[in-house]
């Protein structure tokens, strides 16, 4: 009989004499305090000056197998602490360089580490297993125990099948109750909002590579971690062939051929919510890039699927064919828009094969006519079709010109699909190419560890405009992700609607999609999202019909040199200015409340600055489209306001 191994960090045989000891980490500045408290288990508390944040949560990891070991209870055999002030370069992120600054702690086990950061805005730990041969993790605990009446921002996993909850696209809207009324048998993905005290703090991890990521259940106030067994048989299926849902799981969740870092668990801390907006822990807690990477060129993309390949006035039929994407081309190379997507459609349908192409297509006369005029082309790839051939479609595509691949319809992130990720990052980077990834879970580090991997989705982007009722409220949730799910990383949300709605006039419209809200708000958005490959969702007809803000939105920068969070509140409004060298863009964001936000742009010091500022029109809240176009001087005061109609949004790009 298979001997099972537990260790809960802890766990197993200390005498009922044994004292609690604990063991505690601060933060360089004081704010963070972290304990960690070692018993016949161990468990972390969080504070933030003297206040408790989360109570003592037990930290835990089950082994099966593996007879070379034995469980002797929680005794910290060593100690080692440590502290980084440094800064780091961040060439593809939202400010070029970022500052660590923590103190750490290392407890060392017999079988394992501890690792425990302390940062001024949270703190982090890692489990880092010591084993010399092959094991299997049977199951981790991770708890986050909140106080009493806690809030919280919850992204339910959106699956109808609810004993099938691991496979999922990571795309929902939040559900925001106290911690108690979670909807019960219900899993949410990461990363979680919750309020407590006078403070938000959010539930997410890093330095996510070969092991399943976190979901989150509720049990009174306490939030569990829940991990996807590892999968035991897969089968070809799901969306035309093109993803391999498991059918059969293991009674294991990760197994190793050598010890390696589990992720890091996640408390990012704010009193203002605003902070949020900048704090890097996600990024700082991810493994460094080990390559060389200056070839990684962020820009925009001019996108066909949103629109439905819905262009006017030219004298073909428009649709997945090479006049079509001539005319994609063209128009990106005209507006310095630096790709075009070919999504879902090149390839033969039901095939999950990336070398059978629609005799529409010719892709190697696309990507020359496209090279000549300056636009790099990106491919859609079905999740299976890219994974069973990867190595050669890199190989083949990166050799024909293609810059990079989109890759979709994952929907999960057990080992297994994780795994993916990585090898797909580390594959496409020996061929130069970047890639993007939909049907995907949240950023967990992967993009600091390869900078070539550009985007995720997973968020409950523009796309769902195309088909949502009109109860759905995508402007509350435009003004929520910046706080929560922008925090881990980047998301192509796809924004750019030419088409734009009020409350009441909006309704789903496949192939003539709109969006909730302003036109200024879909321009502001540009300023307030973080992505560093960044669509233009809508038809290139569309944007001609309106240059003065397709000549705006073409002109920005997707990655900067500074972020600065000027003003927020979790749902209701938000504010950032992003600079990228001498020029800054400032956007602001707010729900269906019609507001004015005072700006305060202090950060930009002295000398003369003028702002060209897009705001909506008197008639906004009738006609979203409407808006004003000025150009005028910064005053001396450095205030400027933001008035903004509901659903509306403001954005200005101010320079010397």
Same mark, same amino acid.
């Given at each position: 009989?298979?001997?099972?191994?537990?260790?809960?960090?802890?766990?197993?045989?200390?005498?009922?004499?044994?004292?609690?000891?604990?063991?505690?980490?601060?933060?360089?500045?004081?704010?963070?305090?972290?304990?960690?408290?070692?018993?016949?288990?161990?468990?972390?508390?969080?504070?933030?000056?003297? *206040?408790?944040?989360?109570?003592?949560?037990? %930290?835990?990891?089950?082994?099966?197998?593996?007879?070379?070991?034995?469980?002797?209870?929680?005794?910290?055999?060593?100690?080692?602490?440590?502290? =980084?002030?440094?800064?780091?370069?961040?060439?593809?992120?939202?400010?070029?360089?970022?500052?660590?600054?923590?103190?750490?702690?290392?407890?060392?086990?017999?079988?394992?580490?501890?690792?425990?950061?302390?940062?001024?805005?949270?703190?982090?730990?890692?489990?880092?297993?010591?084993?010399?041969?092959?094991?299997?993790?049977?199951?981790?605990?991770?708890?986050?125990?909140?106080?009493?009446?806690?809030?919280?921002? %919850?992204?339910?996993?959106?699956?109808? #099948?609810?004993?099938?909850?691991?496979?999922?696209?990571?795309?929902?809207?939040?559900?925001?109750?106290?911690?108690?009324?979670?909807?019960?048998?219900?899993?949410?993905?990461?990363?979680?909002?919750?309020?407590?005290?006078?403070?938000?703090?959010?539930?997410? *991890?890093?330095?996510?590579?070969?092991?399943?990521?976190?979901?989150?259940?509720?049990?009174?106030?306490?939030?569990?971690?829940?991990?996807?067994?590892?999968?035991?048989?897969?089968?070809?299926?799901?969306?035309?062939?093109?993803?391999?849902?498991?059918?059969?799981?293991? #009674?294991?969740?990760?197994?190793?051929?050598?010890?390696?870092?589990?992720?890091?668990?996640?408390?990012?801390?704010?009193?203002?919510?605003?902070?949020?907006?900048?704090?890097?822990?996600?990024?700082?807690?991810?493994?460094? =890039?080990?390559?060389?990477?200056?070839?990684?060129?962020?820009?925009?993309?001019?996108?066909?699927?949103?629109?439905?390949?819905? %262009?006017?006035?030219?004298?073909?039929?428009? /649709?997945?064919?090479?006049?079509?994407?001539?005319?994609?081309?063209?128009?990106?190379?005209?507006?310095?828009?630096?790709?075009?997507?070919?999504?879902?459609?090149?390839?033969?349908?039901?095939?999950?094969?990336?070398?059978?192409?629609?005799?529409?297509?010719?892709?190697?006369?696309?990507?020359?006519?496209? =090279?000549?005029?300056?636009?790099?082309?990106?491919?859609?790839?079905?999740?299976?079709?890219?994974?069973?051939?990867?190595?050669?479609?890199?190989?083949?595509?990166?050799?024909?010109?293609?810059?990079?691949?989109?890759?979709?319809?994952?929907?999960?992130? #057990?080992?297994?699909?994780?795994?993916?990720?990585?090898?797909?990052?580390?594959?496409?980077?020996?061929?130069?190419?970047?890639?993007?990834?939909?049907?995907?879970?949240?950023?967990?580090?992967?993009?600091?560890?390869?900078?070539?991997? %550009?985007?995720?989705?997973?968020?409950?982007?523009?796309?769902?405009?195309?088909?949502?009722?009109?109860?759905?409220?995508?402007?509350?949730? #435009?003004?929520?992700?910046?706080?929560?799910?922008?925090?881990? /990383?980047?998301?192509?949300?796809?924004?750019?609607?030419?088409?734009?709605?009020?409350?009441?006039?909006?309704?789903?419209?496949?192939?003539?999609?709109?969006?909730?809200?302003?036109?200024?708000?879909?321009?502001?958005?540009?300023?307030?999202?973080?992505?560093?490959?960044?669509?233009?969702?809508?038809?290139?007809?569309?944007?001609?019909?309106?240059?003065?803000?397709?000549?705006?939105?073409?002109?920005?920068?997707?990655?900067?040199?500074?972020?600065?969070?000027?003003?927020?509140?979790?749902?209701?409004?938000?504010?950032?200015?992003?600079?990228?060298?001498?020029?800054?863009?400032?956007?602001?964001?707010?729900?269906?409340?019609?507001?004015?936000?005072?700006?305060?742009?202090?950060?930009?010091?002295?000398?003369?600055?003028?702002?060209?500022?897009?705001?909506?029109?008197?008639?906004?809240?009738?006609?979203?489209?409407?808006?004003?176009?000025?150009?005028?001087?910064?005053?001396?005061?450095?205030?400027?306001?933001?008035?903004?109609?509901?659903?509306?949004?403001?954005?200005?790009?101010? =320079?010397?």
């Amino acid at each position: 009989m298979k001997k099972i191994l537990t260790f809960a960090l802890a766990f197993a045989c200390l005498t009922a004499v044994a004292k609690p000891k604990d063991y505690t980490v601060t933060s360089p500045q004081g704010g963070t305090k972290v304990v960690i408290t070692v018993n016949n288990s161990v468990s972390w508390s969080l504070y933030q000056g003297e *206040e408790l944040l989360l109570g003592p949560s037990i %930290i835990g990891i089950e082994l099966a197998g593996g007879e070379s070991l034995e469980s002797k209870g929680a005794k910290v055999l060593n100690l080692k602490r440590s502290k =980084s002030l440094q800064m780091l370069e961040a060439p593809v992120y939202k400010t070029s360089a970022v500052l660590e600054n923590y103190a750490a702690i290392t407890l060392s086990f017999k079988y394992f580490n501890l690792e425990v950061r302390a940062f001024e805005d949270g703190a982090a730990y890692r489990i880092v297993p010591k084993s010399k041969v092959p094991f299997q993790v049977k199951g981790e605990t991770a708890n986050f125990v909140f106080p009493d009446n806690t809030k919280a921002w %919850i992204p339910y996993v959106n699956n109808s #099948d609810v004993s099938n909850q691991f496979s999922s696209s990571f795309e929902n809207q939040y559900s925001v109750h106290n911690l108690n009324a979670w909807q019960k048998g219900h899993l949410a993905f990461l990363p979680v909002l919750a309020e407590s005290k006078g403070y938000k703090i959010l539930i997410t *991890e890093s330095g996510l590579t070969n092991y399943p990521g976190m979901y989150l259940k509720g049990s009174g106030t306490t939030l569990e971690g829940v991990f996807a067994p590892y999968p035991k048989t897969r089968v070809q299926g799901g969306h035309n062939m093109l993803e391999m849902p498991v059918t059969e799981r293991e #009674d294991y969740i990760a197994k190793f051929e050598k010890a390696e870092p589990l992720p890091w668990r996640i408390a990012v801390v704010a009193k203002d919510d605003a902070a949020l907006l900048e704090t890097n822990l996600p990024w700082l807690l991810a493994e460094p =890039s080990a390559g060389e990477y200056s070839w990684v060129k962020p820009g925009k993309v001019a996108w066909d699927w949103w629109n439905d390949w819905n %262009i006017w006035n030219v004298p073909f039929r428009a /649709g997945i064919n090479n006049d079509t994407y001539k005319y994609y081309i063209d128009f990106a190379s005209a507006k310095g828009i630096e790709y075009v997507i070919l999504d879902e459609g090149w390839a033969v349908n039901l095939k999950a094969d990336l070398f059978q192409v629609v005799p529409e297509i010719n892709l190697k006369e696309l990507v020359e006519y496209a =090279s000549k005029r300056g636009v790099g082309l990106i491919l859609w790839a079905g999740y299976h079709a890219f994974d069973r051939d990867m190595e050669k479609a890199c190989k083949v595509y990166s050799e024909m010109g293609v810059k990079g691949f989109k890759v979709d319809f994952m929907n999960a992130d #057990d080992q297994m699909m994780v795994d993916f990720y990585t090898r797909a990052a580390a594959m496409c980077a020996k061929y130069g190419l970047l890639i993007d990834f939909h049907g995907a879970f949240k950023p967990a580090g992967l993009q600091r560890t390869y900078p070539n991997v %550009i985007n995720y989705e997973g968020v409950y982007g523009l796309e769902n405009m195309k088909w949502a009722t009109s109860d759905v409220d995508q402007v509350t949730y #435009d003004v929520t992700i910046p706080f929560i799910r922008n925090v881990a /990383g980047p998301m192509d949300y796809t924004q750019g609607a030419m088409r734009n709605a009020t409350k009441s006039q909006y309704r789903p419209d496949y192939s003539s999609p709109m969006s909730q809200g302003t036109r200024c708000r879909q321009l502001a958005e540009y300023a307030v999202f973080f992505a560093p490959l960044t669509m233009l969702c809508d038809s290139p007809s569309a944007y001609l019909a309106e240059p003065e803000c397709t000549e705006f939105i073409a002109g920005f920068p997707t990655v900067w040199d500074e972020t600065v969070a000027l003003a927020g509140k979790v749902g209701e409004y938000v504010a950032v200015a992003r600079r990228s060298g001498d020029v800054w863009y400032v956007g602001a964001l707010t729900n269906w409340d019609a507001r004015t936000l005072e700006l305060d742009l202090s950060f930009l010091g002295e000398g003369s600055w003028k702002a060209e500022i897009f705001a909506d029109g008197p008639n906004a809240g009738k006609a979203a489209h409407d808006y004003v176009h000025c150009t005028a001087p910064v005053p001396g005061s450095r205030t400027l306001s933001a008035p903004m109609a509901p659903g509306g949004g403001w954005v200005a790009r101010i =320079s010397r």
